[in-house]
């Protein structure tokens, strides 16, 4: 999570006295005691905050709740927003890195909508159909799983059938058959597990990110709302990028095995 289990008042640090926090102001980056939270809300500069619970805070991932709302270089807020880099700027970056840009936005703008956004709503659809995808691949391979058993049952059954009708000198030949078969549904089952145990661990991930746009829905700023999408976009086209790899590379292809006993077996009878 972003925030340890105890978050300090910044401004009673600051006077060297040490006070849990009981909010968090996302655009301060600082942590309020409820005395404190009185005078941040008082101030001019500072009363229009969006100022939330502490455990509200805790609750963001750390890739959101560390979207800081003010330019390191310049340590002046960010105001405006360059399309042309994706990049947040404050009136000194504009005058020094993004002179040219064309097409600057105001951030307010910009962000007003963020929570809201269609490409918001997308992406949570996204990892919903990542899941179903994920789970109609696992069954499929589980059902693969138990047509290679019967397979493997029906050949077995056969190799004894064919023992049984040859001489006990055979037993040696028996013995190799049924573990060469038994490599073969190892080796065929050790690639659909691991196929399997992948998919498992991306509906983990995939979890996680459900949670992450939820936590972002109802506890992240404008701001950190606008950047943690974008985060998750990108996260999103990995799964989903993966998921097409197992169609392009053949991962999903129904896997078989095969046995025939040989003529010359066969003509010791």
Excluded at 143 to 153: F, G, V
Excluded at 239 to 249: A, G, P, R
Aim: with cysteine; net charge negative.
């Amino acid at each position: 999570m972003a925030s340890p289990s105890t978050v300090i008042c910044d401004v009673c640090e600051s006077q060297h006295t040490t006070t849990n926090a009981d909010f968090w102001c996302p655009e301060c980056d600082e942590g309020l005691c409820s005395q404190c939270l009185k005078y941040h809300n008082a101030l001019k500069a500072t009363r229009a905050h969006e100022v939330i619970p502490v455990e509200n805070y805790k609750q963001l991932p750390t890739s959101i709740a560390n979207i800081a709302h003010h330019c390191s270089q310049h340590d002046r807020k960010f105001q405006m927003y360059c399309p042309q880099h994706e990049s947040l700027c404050c009136p000194l970056c504009i005058r020094s890195n993004n002179a040219n840009c064309v097409g600057i936005l105001s951030l307010e703008e910009v962000i007003q909508t963020a929570k809201t956004s269609v490409l918001l709503e997308s992406l949570d659809q996204n990892l919903k159909d990542i899941k179903i995808n994920i789970e109609k691949v696992v069954k499929d391979r589980k059902q693969n799983l138990t047509e290679i058993q019967k397979q493997r049952q029906t050949f077995h059954d056969e190799i004894k059938q064919v023992r049984n009708e040859i001489n006990e000198h055979l037993d040696t030949l028996e013995k190799r058959l049924l573990q060469e078969l038994s490599a073969a549904e190892k080796k065929v089952k050790s690639e659909i597990e691991d196929l399997i145990a992948k998919l498992a661990e991306t509906t983990g991930q995939v979890n996680a990110m459900e949670n992450n746009i939820s936590a972002i829905k109802d506890y992240a700023s404008d701001l950190q709302s606008f950047l943690g999408t974008k985060m998750i976009e990108t996260e999103i086209q990995k799964y989903e990028t993966f998921l097409q790899s197992l169609f392009d590379d053949g991962s999903l292809q129904k896997i078989d095995i095969n046995c025939k006993i040989e003529d010359k077996i066969t003509d010791v009878l």
